[in-house]
C-alpha cells in the first residue's frame, strides 16, 4: 500500500518515487492512444465524375399508342435497346406517379433499361422509380433501324450473270482543328477523324472508329451505336478514358508503356487490346 506522505507507517516505497513514476506512466498511454487513432483512421473516399453517352426517349400520351410505336421500331432490330443506358424525358405530360411507375415497368419488360428521369417534379419520383436527372447536353438524333423492303419476284435470265452490288461507303468527319477542354465532337453515323489534339476534358464520340493525329489527353468513345469492330487511333496516348462498344478504360487502368505512344485500341470480346504503331 503507498501513502501521499514520506515517512508513512506501511509504506514500502518512498512518497517522492511514487510522485515521479505515476504521471510518467499517465503521458506514456496517452501518447500510445494517440498514435493508435491515428494508425486505424479509414482513408477517404474518393469521388470522380464521368459523363456517358447515352439514349433518351421522349413518350407521349397515351402511352399504349406511343408503346405500340416502340414495339416496331425494336422488331426492325432486334437487341436495339440491350446494354444501352436509356433516359426518359417526360417533360410536359400530364400524369402521376403511379402512370410512370406502370410506364417504367413496361419498359422494363421491353429491355428498355431506365437510369434516370428528365423533367419529372419531385412529386412524381420516389425511391421505387429511377433518379431525377437534368442538365443533359444534346447530341445528333439517332436513325432508328429500317424495316427491310420485301423481297420483289424478278424474273432472271438463266445466261444473265449476276453482279453483287457495290458496298456502301461508310460515312466519316474530318476535323482539322484541335478540339478543346470543355467540346463535344459527337458523329454517330460512322468514323471521326481529328486532324490535331484532343485536349484534357474534351471528348470526342463515334458510332464508328476515331482516328487522333495528335495527342489524346481527353476522352475517345468509339463504336457507340454497338459497333464492336470499332477502333481507336492516335499518335500520342494521354487519354483520360477510351470506350468501345460501351465498354470503358479509365486512366489509372491503362498499362503505363503504351502511355506517350502511338497505338491502336480495340476490343477482343470484353478485353481491351492495345498495339504500338510504327
Known sequence: MLRGREGTPGTDVPAIYVLLTIPSIHRSNRKFTKITDVLTQPRP????GRSYLALTLTPELPFEDWLV???DLASRSAGFFLRRPVVLDVTGLDIDRAELRDFVGKLG???VRIMGIEGASAALLGSDLPPAMADGRPTAD??????PESARAEVVEAAEPVLPSPPKAVPSMIVTQPVRSGQSLVFLEGDITVVGSVASGAEVVAGGSVHIYGT???RAIAGTMGN????IFCRKLEAELVAIDGYYKTAEDM????RGKAVQIWLEGETFKVGTLA
Open 109 to 111: 419488360a421491353r429491355q
Open 228 to 231: 464492336g469492330e470499332a477502333r
Open 69 to 71: 410505336r416502340l414495339d
Open 255 to 258: 498499362e503505363p508503356e503504351h
Open 45 to 48: 473516399i474518393r469521388l470522380k
Open 142 to 147: 439517332i436513325e432508328p433501324p429500317v424495316a
Open 216 to 218: 489524346l489527353r481527353g
